[in-house]
């Protein structure tokens, strides 16, 4: 008799899925961190490749290439311009390197790197929805996300800091800071008001 294979339920594939894209935005933040560091990568190289990279976004937008729509919604399959929330990581990355002392750049990056897809682990209950989880599991996520943008953080800064910056951040990402009805993309608010609270904190 022959064994009947289960097929993996759609949520457990797309949550896969996003384990995969979640490991590339992380490592993505942390490879950006690393380079311009080491001085592998400067803000104007990096410039550079966002100007390019915008054109393709922009051209694949406006004549739509099936493979490479496929491509650049490597991290978000039901974006509506596919490849603007990757244009969007690279640029919040790249202005707060262009805008803030280098330690404070660097903790900022490392707060969108790993808080960020903590939060929307965490916030979906590893595989389940938004609206399974209750009031306080939700706040519980968010607290988590903090604390691991915050120890992420903590390697270029000091701690507390570190999570003032991350709670800040994350309390802005929750709330969907929006400009005239349009939704701003996390990717550019996280890293921006993370380094502009670190930047206000060494005034103090």
Known sequence: MKRKHRRPSPNRVSFGMEIVRKLIHVTAGILIVLFVEKGILTEEILG?????????VLLNYKYEQELLTHVLSINRADARIPGLDVLSF???????????PNPLAFAAIMILAFADPAAHLLGTGFGGTDVSLSQRQIWSAAATATLIGA?????????????????????????EFKIRSHHIDDNLTIPLVAG????LITLI
């Open 48 to 56: 550079l490749i966002i100007f390019i990279f915008g054109l393709v």
């Open 196 to 199: 502009a609270v670190l930047w």
């Open 90 to 100: 690279f640029l919040g990355a790249w202005l707060v390197l262009i805008i803030f």
């Open 151 to 175: 120890l992420a953080a903590w390697v270029y800064v000091d701690f507390w800091p570190a999570l003032i910056a991350s709670a800040v951040a994350m309390f802005i990402e929750a709330g």
